[in-house]
Structures are given as structure tokens and as C-alpha cells.
């Protein structure tokens, strides 16, 4: 695949995009300003790039995937754990749009500024990249949506209280995907979805 727009009809073609404000996000956020390097022939197949410091842009299908799973919204408050290049907070800002924001954490200080510089390429004022705390996520805040892309080792149950009444969680757990709503009574209840792999969740 030589282009961004090649690599959305595939993703399309193989089910991991359909929803309408998802692919029109994919078209508009270029993958090719989140690498190092432009020019590299790889930058649109569909698996995982480095991006220094063990860390990687994560697969175009699995970054699709995770966001139908998350079904942001315009007007939402969406939190972005594990930020790294910016990719992800970057299609989050694009649909969640000028009415809504988005925050975007990261812990690796040099992937903060790479993220910061990456994102400033496309002037979102409703999107920016903070450095994690020793808290994960971001303490006393409410979303109406988090999208976690690292993996933890069992579920982190402090995100539970950052998510608001009826707002959806999307996190890799071990090896799995566990796509979660937050019910009126304050649980969360969902699905698992089988056979992933991500760099670990370090908090």
C-alpha cells in the first residue's frame, strides 16, 4: 500500500472500518505524520512500526478495530492512555471535533514531545499530549470514553471511576481486547475479544 487512502479502502475491504465518522478520520489523519520517517516504503501495511524506545504505532487493523469498538462521538471527552505517536489522539480530536477534547497520556517523556510535535501538524485545539502522573489516567476527571493501547496485566479498576454513567472503555488485558460500558449502577459490563498483542500498560 503506497497511500493513506489505500490503506483505509483495505482496512474497509476487511471489515476492521465502517462507520462513517471512523473512516472519514482515517482519511483526514494521515498515518505517514506519526512515523519518523516519511519515507519509508511500509509506513501503510498493516502491522506495527517502531518508534523508539521499545515502543510502536500500533497496527492500522487493530487501531480500526479498537475504535468501532469504542464508538467515540462528537462532543465527547475521551481520554487516550498510551498516546505514543499521537496517532490515536489525533483520529480521537478529528471525530470528537471542536464541541468535544481530547486528552492523550503518555509515560515515555521523549514520546510526549514526539506525540506534541506530531499532533501540532494538524492544529487541533481540542487535543493535547500530557505526561502520566504516578496516578493512571488522569485523577478527578470524567469521560465519556477511554481508549487504552497498551496491554495491562489485569484490569485497572481506577479507570472505572474517570468513566461517567453510560461512557465505554476500550483495553487490551493480557492478550485480549475487553470492550466495556459503565452501567447505571456504576458497573461495567461488556465483551472479550481474543487473540491480541500489545506492548505492556507500565504504571
Keep these: 500500500m503506497n497511500s493513506n ?51 510502536t504505532i500500533s497496527q492500522p487493523r487493530t487501531v480500526a478495530m479498537m475504535l468501532e469498538m469504542l464508538s467515540p462521538k462528537e462532543g465527547q471527552k475521551i481520554l487516550d492512555i498510551g498516546s505514543g505517536s499521537g496517532w490515536t489522539t489525533a483520529l480521537l480530536a478529528y471525530i470528537a471535533g471542536e464541541s468535544g477534547s481530547v486528552i492523550g497520556v503518555e509515560r515515555v517523556a521523549e514520546l510526549v514531545r514526539f506525540g506534541r510535535k506530531n499532533l501540532e501538524k494538524y492544529n487541533f485545539k481540542n487535543a493535547k499530549i500530557m505526561e502520566a502522573s504516578d496516578e493512571l489516567g488522569v485523577e478527578g476527571e470524567k469521560f ?54 500489545f506492548v505492556p500498560l507500565i504504571y
Design 5 to 55: 487512502s489505500e490503506m483505509v479502502d483495505y482496512l474497509i475491504d476487511v471489515g476492521a472500518l465502517h462507520s462513517s465518522d471512523i473512516i472519514e478520520a482515517f482519511r483526514n489523519v494521515d498515518r505517514a505524520d506519526f512515523v519518523h520517517d516519511r519515507s519509508v516504503e511500509d509506513i501503510y501495511e498493516d502491522y506495527p512500526l517502531g518508534i523508539g524506545l521499545g515502543q
Design 144 to 197: 465519556d470514553r477511554i481508549l487504552v493501547s497498551a496491554a495491562a496485566e489485569e484490569f485497572p479498576h481506577e479507570l472505572k471511576n474517570q468513566l461517567k454513567i453510560g461512557g465505554k472503555i476500550v483495553i487490551p488485558v493480557q492478550n485480549s481486547i475487553y470492550e466495556m460500558t459503565k452501567d447505571e449502577n456504576g458497573e461495567l459490563d461488556g465483551v472479550e475479544h481474543y487473540g491480541f498483542t
